[in-house]
């Protein structure tokens, strides 16, 4: 999973970045210091590895990971090549999904690039930077398709219309995420596309230290952004950049201690991994033995051979059957010979659907 962190300078995108992937992006209080996609790869919290790891006493553990790629502050004219341009827009492309960061904080020694905190304007202005982006694509998909669609490409001229009313759809403001596909040859014209604006967004409102213990209830800045992401079918977290930063610095038992002292249960960045599988339809199963436990990130309704085939494709070309067991069923069972005697273990088949949690040990032949 690779995850574009955008936002306007000095929202605390930077330091956001910082303190999820400890990776050093410079971070001051002025536009454009990033001046190069930073990027960093950062394991997926998940307790159920330690748990399976020391039922095996295994050798490794491995946990899924989220590649974050923090992108220089746009401003206004980004796409025409204002501020660093849009040679960092093309770094989003490659995303799977866009966290936002808005500023939902007062701070007079904080400069906010338009003069003051407004997180709607501030989401209206990167929404048309990426719209306008979108918009270029588009435009030379279009001269493309209609030197085909001359020459009788009946496939090009069916695309050329739907590309006409995407063209409007984007003039008109929207998001390619709301245009409306009529069937399977516009949904993959439409893939083959990558708009930016078709990706899934995560709003990330950054708040002040006061603002987290009532997950910026009181903040309303932040209700303005769950009001505009709930109309447009996104999630929003509440994070503090900067409390993230501090944290950065602490191991496991500091940290959690320091949350309890602020009267949360969850960092930011295990918020953000959660909205970001909720929003991507991801879960894990997992593999465990003496060698090694490790966490396997997929599609929500994959099936098994497909499953198989995260870990090598040998496994799913030659998927014979694979045996299941819940993790905690594991566990209770106090061994795997034991869950086996309980009827825990599940020969399952080619149609089996993987469930989150599921440990699995894939039989195949090649």
Same mark, same amino acid.
């Given at each position: ?161 739907? =590309?006409?009313? $995407?063209? /409007? ?8 995420? *709301? #245009?409306?596909?009529?069937? %399977? &040859? +516009? ?81 930011? =960045?295990?918020? $953000?991994? /959660? ?8 879960? *894990? #199963?997992?593999?465990?033995? %003496? &060698? +090694? ?74």
């Amino acid at each position: 999973m690779k995850l574009g962190i955008v936002g306007l300078p000095n929202v605390g995108k930077s330091t956001l970045f910082n303190s999820l992937t400890k990776g050093g992006a410079e971070s001051a209080n002025y536009p454009f210091c990033t001046i190069d996609p930073n990027v960093g790869v950062v394991p997926v919290p998940d307790g159920r590895l330690k748990l399976l790891g020391d039922f095996y006493h295994s050798k490794k553990v491995t946990p899924a990971v989220v590649e974050f790629v923090d992108i220089a502050g746009l401003v206004k004219g980004a796409s025409k090549g204002e501020g660093l341009g849009n040679q960092f827009l093309a770094n989003i492309r490659e995303c799977d999904a866009i966290v936002h960061v808005v500023r939902c904080f007062e701070d007079g020694n904080v400069i906010h690039v338009d003069g003051s905190v407004d997180p709607l304007r501030d989401i209206e202005t990167i929404d048309l930077e990426l719209i306008f982006a979108d918009l270029e694509v588009l435009e030379r998909r279009m001269a493309r398709t209609t030197r085909s669609a001359k020459v009788g490409d009946k496939a090009a001229a069916k695309e050329k219309v739907m =590309l006409e009313r $995407l063209k /409007q759809h984007l003039e008109d403001g929207k998001n390619a995420s *709301s #245009f409306e596909l009529l069937d %399977e &040859d +516009e949904e993959k014209s439409f893939a083959e596309i990558n708009l930016l604006t078709a990706k899934p967004v995560i709003y990330a409102a950054n708040v002040g230290e006061d603002d987290l213990s009532d997950d910026g209830q009181s903040n309303a800045y932040v209700q303005e952004v769950r009001k505009y992401a709930s109309e447009h079918g996104s999630e929003v977290f509440v994070i503090c950049a900067q409390i993230e930063a501090e944290m950065a610095e602490l191991d496991d038992d500091e940290k959690q201690e320091f949350l309890e002292d602020l009267g949360i249960t969850q960092s930011g =960045l295990d918020k $953000l991994i /959660q909205a970001s599988y909720r929003t991507l339809g991801l879960m *894990s #199963f997992l593999t465990s033995g %003496e &060698d +090694e436990t490790r966490a396997w990130t997929i599609r929500i309704g994959t099936k098994a051979p497909q499953a198989a085939g995260k870990i090598h494709t040998d496994f799913e070309r030659g998927f014979i059957k694979a045996e299941v067991v819940n993790y905690q069923d594991l566990l209770d069972a106090g061994s795997y010979a034991g869950a086996r005697d309980k009827g825990l273990i599940r020969v399952e088949g080619k149609d089996y659907i993987v469930q989150d949690g599921d440990v699995i040990l894939f039989r195949f032949n090649v």
